[in-house]
C-alpha cells in the first residue's frame, strides 16, 4: 500500500520550475562587457592623450545616441520584416528629431552654435526633423577633434557585437516587439543624458580641472555598464 508523504516533505515528482531564469552570463557576457567598457574607456584616453575638454566629451556622448538609433532600426527589422517599415520610419523621424532637438541644446550651450538651417529651405513635413539631424550631425563633426573618430568606430564595435550576439545569436530576439523596440532608446538616452549633461556643466563652472573630467569618464561609464547588464537581464529572463 502507497504511503501518503509526510507533512513537509516535497513530492516525488514536481512540476517546472517557475522562478525567472537570467540566461545572460559565460563568456556572451564576459565578451559584451569587456567591449563596452573598452569603448567607454577610449574618451579617456583622449583627455589624458590629447587634452579632450568636457564638450569634446559630451558630443561623443550624444553621437552614441546615433549608434544606438541605427542598431535599434535593425532590431526592428529583424523582428518585424517588412511590417516594421512604417514602424522603423516613424521610428527615424521621431528618434531623429529627438537627438536633433537634444544635439542644437548641446551645441548652442557648449559651442554656442546658431541653431538655424542656413541658406537652406526646410524639408517638406517631418522630414524637417532628419534635416534638422543632419544638420547637427555636420556640425559635431566639424567641432569634434580629430581622434574623436576612434572613440566613435569603438561605440560603433561594442553596440554592434551586442546587437549581434545578444540579440540575434542569444534570442533576446524572440521575446522582442516592434513597438517595443520603438520606445527601447529613449529610457537609456533619458537616465544617461540627465546625468551626463549635469556633470559636464558642473564640470565647466569648476573650470574643466583633468581630475573632473576623468570622474565624468568614469561616471559615464558605471552607468552605462549598470544599464547594460540591466536591460540584458530583462530581455534574457523567461519566466
Known amino acids: 500500500m502507497a504511503s ?11 512540476s517546472p520550475a517557475t522562478a525567472p531564469v537570467n540566461v545572460y552570463g559565460g563568456r556572451r557576457r564576459q565578451l559584451s562587457l569587456t567591449l563596452l567598457v573598452g569603448a567607454n574607456l577610449l574618451p579617456l584616453l583622449g583627455v589624458l592623450l590629447f587634452d579632450w575638454d568636457v564638450g569634446a566629451l559630451i558630443i561623443l556622448y550624444w553621437s552614441e545616441n546615433l549608434v544606438l538609433g541605427f542598431y535599434n532600426i535593425l532590431k526592428m527589422a529583424s523582428v518585424g520584416g517588412l511590417s516594421a517599415m512604417f514602424p522603423s520610419l516613424f521610428f527615424m523621424i521621431h528618434y531623429g528629431g529627438f537627438c536633433a532637438v537634444h544635439g542644437f541644446f548641446i551645441l548652442s550651450i557648449l559651442f554656442d552654435v546658431p541653431t538655424s ?19 547637427v550631425v555636420a556640425q559635431v563633426f566639424a567641432l569634434a577633434p580629430r581622434e574623436w ?10 553596440h554592434g557585437y551586442s546587437f549581434v550576439s545578444n540579440f540575434l545569436m542569444a534570442g533576446e530576439r524572440d521575446s522582442a516587439t516592434v513597438n517595443g523596440l520603438m520606445a527601447a532608446p529613449y529610457r537609456r538616452i533619458v537616465i544617461l543624458h540627465v546625468a551626463i549633461i549635469a556633470g559636464g556643466f558642473a564640470v565647466m563652472s ?12 568614469g561616471m559615464k561609464t558605471i ?9 540584458h537581464k530583462q530581455a534574457t529572463t523567461h519566466r
Open 4 to 14: 501518503k508523504d509526510a507533512p513537509g516533505t516535497r513530492p516525488l515528482t514536481s
Open 117 to 135: 538651417f542656413g541658406d537652406d529651405p526646410p524639408w517638406p513635413l517631418f522630414l524637417v526633423f532628419l534635416q534638422l539631424l543632419f544638420d
Open 149 to 158: 573618430i576612434i572613440a566613435f568606430v569603438g561605440l560603433l564595435i561594442s
Open 206 to 217: 569648476l573650470g574643466q580641472p583633468l581630475v573632473l573630467l576623468v570622474i565624468l569618464v
Open 223 to 231: 552607468m552605462d555598464v549598470a544599464l547594460h547588464l540591466r536591460e
